[in-house]
């Protein structure tokens, strides 16, 4: 990425306001991997860059044990408390950790995801590391909202999210170039996972979308923690200008809407289910 490093700082800060602003998952998203993955119950399933649980709490029920792993440490302990509110801390670990640190000892699992994190990490090794984690006939799912489609408000009762106003205000604070942690991406996160998986002694993949679409209403609360949950205007980048930008953020969302709602459309969920050699599948 252009000599982009990771370093701890890349979403210090956005674990608080992580599950009240990011878009949910399509509806259906787990009874989507039910059937796909075919899980006895008894299985195990690993969750690299797990943040506050966003899959691996729903996908709970369908396994025996479920490791998430962050190295974040807030987000970890944002899991941990969604875990006990969602009454599944009894099969539940969290592990803070970064996914190029994971320990051989940590296996073996059946399912391995990766939830729109697979692009922070160093790729190839995490891919090599995963398959050692993995059962023969074990499947890595690779989770992301599908970028293409029309997300259209028409309809809908109250205005469009003004992203692009939002993405103005964000680069008026903070410069033009994305930011990243400490540093910048100067062309954004890499893509070619197919490659890198593929040389990593993964089959496949099979595809699976999970149609979106729902509608949505987004409050002024929603939207400011949405901003703050993303590693480009994390909270901690504003430093001292913190609260100025939140004042600011808040004035252009009540000018685009005056009562405060927002409307909007689901992203749909792309799922792709990549396997290890022959033996056993779930």
Do not use: N
């Amino acid at each position: 990425m252009d000599g982009w490093e990771w370093d701890a700082t890349l979403f210090a800060g956005a674990a608080p306001y992580y599950g009240r602003g990011r878009l949910p998952y399509a509806p259906g998203l787990a009874e989507t991997l039910a059937g796909v993955l075919a899980p006895d119950g008894r299985g195990r399933l690993l969750d690299v860059g797990c943040g506050p649980g966003t899959l691996a709490l729903p996908l709970a029920p369908l396994f025996g044990e479920v490791v998430g792993v962050d190295p974040d440490p807030e987000m970890i302990a944002e899991a941990r408390r969604q875990a006990a509110e969602h009454k599944v801390a009894h099969k539940t670990r969290w592990l803070r950790a970064r996914a190029e640190e994971l320990p051989p000892g940590l296996g073996p699992f059946d399912v391995a995801v990766f939830a729109q994190s697979f692009h922070w990490m160093d790729r190839e090794l995490v891919a090599a590391t995963t398959r050692d984690l993995l059962r023969p006939g074990g499947a890595l799912v690779h989770v992301s909202d599908v970028k293409t489609g029309s997300r259209g408000v028409d309809g809908l009762p109250h205005p469009a999210v003004p992203y692009a106003a939002i993405d103005e205000l964000v680069r008026h604070y903070l410069g033009p170039v994305r930011r990243a942690g400490q540093g910048v991406l100067t062309r954004g996160t890499p893509s070619g996972e197919r490659e890198i998986l593929t040389r990593a002694g993964f089959s496949g993949p099979r595809r699976h979308v999970v149609p979106g679409g729902q509608a949505l209403v987004r409050t002024e609360d929603d939207v400011v923690a949405w901003v703050f949950s993303m590693s480009f205007s994390a909270p901690h980048l504003f430093g001292p200008r913190r609260e100025e930008f939140e004042a600011a953020l808040r004035d252009l969302l009540r000018h685009a809407s005056p009562r405060g709602r927002f409307s909007e459309r689901g992203p749909s969920t792309d799922v792709f289910v990549w396997r290890t050699g022959p033996g056993p599948r779930m």
